[in-house]
């Protein structure tokens, strides 16, 4: 009975996908409990924040904006940075002065490239990752590929069922029966998906739920959004988009087109 043996397949395929995005979940909610005191007494520098809430290339974007304010970095409307003050106060702007060369003058697109994959990014990430505020990038991918398994599982599941309701062959079987059959592991994988959906959906990419919680008490604790600090932190948050100035704007916008977001 060649429609047993797809079926046997079909529950092979929904098993071992199901399995495994059932593993992964209960890794995340463990990391989950053991970060649950995590950083409560943890004071989120700003770029700790851009970090968080849009990785190494928000930090990037960050610092760029920070030393455009300062006038210390020249971002122009054309998609250009030049240097101004070659003296950078942190790891962080001395990572983009470097990206930027001994010119003093390059295209935003690659200095954000190579600044978000500078050491001064790579030390920061280690350091929100030990603290539990960040999401290990082994943790950051599992979930996504376990749901992205299953989903495939699902197709398979019903290209299966296609096949052995279409396939002619000898069976005693009614069509009816066989469908119900593969409803089964179909079921299986629907059904996984949608505990995923609920269970995953607070995490970020970036942040862990304690990271999350701090990036949450950051944002309504912020003073004057017109100030200084609380036009970076909306910078760090929600990255350029909470850029006010149009020429500013205007020049991460050339940043995209140069180097796809």
């Not at 943790?139 to 992205?148: D, F, S, Y």
């Not at 008490?217 to 006010?244: E, F, K, N, Q």
Request: hydrophobic share 50%; proline share 5%.
């Amino acid at each position: 009975m060649f429609w047993l043996l797809l079926l046997l397949l079909a529950w092979a395929v929904a098993g071992t996908a199901c399995t495994r995005l059932c593993l992964a979940a209960v890794h995340a909610a463990a990391v989950d409990r053991q970060d649950a005191t995590t950083g409560r007494e943890h004071e989120l520098t700003l770029y700790e924040a851009a970090f968080l809430s849009g990785g190494p290339a928000r930090v990037a974007d960050l610092t760029m904006v920070s030393m455009a304010r300062q006038r210390r970095l020249l971002l122009a409307h054309t998609g250009w940075a030049t240097v101004v003050d070659p003296r950078g106060r942190d790891e962080m702007e001395r990572s983009v002065i470097g990206a930027i060369g001994p010119e003093g003058q390059s295209r935003i697109g690659p200095v954000r490239s190579a600044a978000a994959g500078a050491e001064a990014v790579r030390s920061l990430a280690d350091s929100l990752v030990r603290a539990g505020l960040a999401v290990p990038d082994g943790a950051r991918t599992t979930v996504a590929a376990g749901v992205r398994q299953v989903r495939a599982a699902a197709l398979a599941v019903l290209a299966l069922g296609a096949t052995a309701l279409l396939t002619p062959a000898p069976t005693q079987m009614p069509r009816e029966l066989v469908a119900l059959w593969f409803a089964l592991p179909l079921a299986l994988t629907l059904s996984c998906l949608a505990i995923a959906r609920v269970e995953a959906h607070p995490y970020s990419r970036w942040a862990s739920p304690a990271g999350q919680r701090l990036l949450g008490a950051l944002t309504r604790r912020t003073g004057d959004p017109a100030g200084d600090r609380g036009y970076l932190t909306s910078v760090a948050v929600r990255g350029i988009r909470a850029i006010g100035e149009p020429e500013l704007r205007a020049a991460f916008a050339h940043r995209d087109q140069s180097c796809g977001g």
